[in-house]
């Protein structure tokens, strides 16, 4: 009688256990990997997108405290968010701020003429859009953009330099651990 060499059915069970151990521990950081990588991304390309905003307001002639105005008037949005909106978009709070959804699911929003004195705007992003947990240093980054020279609190005085809030240590956080 020939022996045949074949795995029991314990054996088996045991190593697809081990395999499903293997799975349940990594799988979590696999997927957290490629969300961060994600929402770099989508920070990145928004940043772009309002950035080159800023500097074709710059060139043509954007005064102080019309940046709102401008980005709000020249943005190529999936979705505008009208005071008072509802129905999964931010809605601005006050008759002077806008928001907006862009392609990637990223929400623009707090943007607003702040005044003619004013040397740069603060305006929020948030990388999923309305989808929680929309808090400051998970997935939302409080952003400001210096207008002229005399931006002040940026540690820049470059215009047209956009950055995150140093207002905000939770939003510098998140923006420069996206970033390294």
Not at 115 to 123: G, L, P, R, Y
Not at 127 to 146: H, L
Request: aromatic share 6%; glycine share 10%; net charge negative.
């Amino acid at each position: 009688m020939k022996k045949l060499n074949a795995f029991t059915l314990s054996e088996l069970l045991v190593s697809l256990s081990v395999l499903g151990l293997i799975a349940a521990l990594t799988l979590p950081s696999i997927f957290n990997s490629v969300n961060s990588g994600r929402d770099k991304a989508v920070v990145k390309e928004t940043i772009n997108t309002l950035q080159v905003l800023l500097n074709q307001g710059q060139m043509e002639g954007m005064t102080r405290g019309s940046l709102g105005d401008y980005v709000l008037n020249n943005v190529s949005a999936a979705r505008m968010c009208p005071v008072g909106s509802t129905g999964g978009c931010y809605a601005p709070i006050e008759p002077t701020q806008g928001a907006f959804d862009l392609q990637n699911n990223a929400s623009v929003f707090g943007i607003e003429r702040v005044s003619t004195s004013a040397t740069s705007d603060v305006f929020y992003l948030d990388v999923n859009g309305i989808g929680g947990p929309n808090t400051i240093g998970t997935d939302r980054i409080q952003m400001i953009a210096c207008l002229d020279t005399g931006c002040t609190g940026t540690g820049r005085a470059i215009p047209g330099y956009m950055q995150a809030d140093p207002a905000s240590a939770a939003s510098v956080t998140r923006y420069n651990a996206m970033f390294q």
